[in-house]
């Protein structure tokens, strides 16, 4: 079955410092994956995606994330996160055989001066 | 305007009570998704669809009912609505899985 699990639920970085935030993907074919970020009290913005190709994806806000297959994951990092980056991050797949996306269960993002 | 739009943004209604929200998009995509969101459990798939007439299932459906008449509604009522059922919401839609779904900014319903 597809899945995809975020094992951080929440961390906490300063400001300035650099981010990783971890996603593993369970998912028989070739995975379409996505990152979203979601500030409180809003919903979800699309940071970045990837579909085939070079396994290293740029998005916005300065993300960029790495497909590896070979470990089934697709993390997602920032070189100097700041201070508006705090929120909460999803994983997800989308899977052509459930005709659906599935979500992790999110990272909360706390940023400290 | 085009996009995503979800009605109404903040409900409370009565234990029992039907109650319907709303969900329109501008794009004429194909799927459309409805999820709710809850502390420790991310987001939970309840129904989508993947055309117009065409619904099925997601992981959480109990106690919902949804319907696809025109492409770019997708309404989801709470038959008779329970505490449990307090909940943000959020309807998406998607062209293919294979591009990003658009997310409405979510209906935070409260059952009392």
Known sequence: ?113 | DAGITQSPRYKITETGRQVTLMCHQTWSHSYMFWYRQDLGHGLRLIYYSAAADITDKGEVPDGYVVSRSKTENFPLTLESATRSQTSVYFCASSDTLNTEAFFGQGTRLTVV
């Open chain 1, 1 to 113: 079955a597809q899945s995809v699990t975020q094992p951080d639920i929440h961390i906490t970085v300063s400001e300035g410092a650099s981010l990783e935030l971890r996603c593993n993907y369970s998912y028989g074919a070739t995975p379409y994956l996505f990152w979203y970020v979601q500030s409180p009290g809003q919903g979800l913005q699309l940071l970045l995606k990837y579909f085939s190709g070079d396994t290293l994806v740029q998005g916005i806000k300065g993300f960029e994330a790495e497909f590896k297959r070979s470990q089934s994951s697709f993390n997602l990092r920032k070189p100097s996160v700041h201070w508006s980056d705090a929120a909460e991050y999803f994983c997800a797949v989308g899977a052509n055989t459930g005709n659906q996306f599935y979500f992790g269960t999110g990272t909360s993002l706390t940023v400290i001066p």
